[in-house]
């Protein structure tokens, strides 16, 4: 075998197995959480008071935070269904990045609950119910069905994105016997 064709096959099976790697941890990891994970109840979620805050970046709203009242502290919250991406979009439509913006500096009360992402690994605080100068913009319904949901397509969505993994493996695997094979 010719230096070559040794090289274009080390690049084909590393590029399988980071494939690989990346469906576990990007993918299959991620959606057992989403189909696992629990609402706690009403009664059981912390409160946070004060004025919104949003955090920024390359000029995008990418979380909205609340300043307490009872000190400077500010605390960021998170509403995305997935253990990655950063979208403010919260129980199908509660506000785009750019729609988030009218909420900056309002008084506001934020119901939330600690998430744990990979096995406690990350915590990270999942905003439940949110209410602006008193209108409820976010219910506990809302998100309650917006969790279900998510959990009950999870493994659908696995499931089709280990076929599109398998078959981007077999069709490398198939290259690289088309490469042995050629004299």
């Known amino acids: 075998m010719n230096e070559d064709k040794s090289w274009k096959i080390k690049i084909t099976r590393i590029s399988s197995i980071i494939l690989t790697v990346i469906y576990i941890f990007g993918i299959l990891i991620p959606n057992y959480y989403i189909s696992t994970a629990e609402l706690p109840e009403k009664k059981d979620l912390n409160v946070s008071k004060g004025t919104i805050v949003l955090k920024r970046s390359f ?4 979380s909205i935070g609340i300043k307490e ?4 502290k500010k605390k960021f919250f998170s509403c995305t269904r997935a253990y990655s991406g950063r979208r ?3 129980a199908k439509n509660f506000a785009t990045s750019k729609e988030v ?3 900056a500096g309002k008084q506001a009360e934020i ?3 600690e998430q744990k992402i990979f096995s406690s690994l990350f915590i990270r605080r999942r905003m439940v119910i949110i209410n602006i100068e008193g209108n409820e913009m976010l219910s506990y ?6 969790i279900a949901s998510s959990a009950f397509w999870a493994p659908f969505y696995a499931g089709i994105l280990l076929l599109v993994f398998s078959m981007t493996i077999l069709i ?3 290259l690289v016997r088309n490469i042995n094979n050629k004299k």
């Open 59 to 62: 000029n995008q709203v990418h």
């Open 69 to 72: 009242y009872d000190s400077d």
């Open 88 to 90: 403010i979009i919260c």
């Open 101 to 103: 913006e009218k909420f």
């Open 111 to 113: 119901y939330w609950y």
């Open 141 to 146: 319904e809302k998100v309650r069905d917006d």
């Open 172 to 174: 490398s695997e198939a």
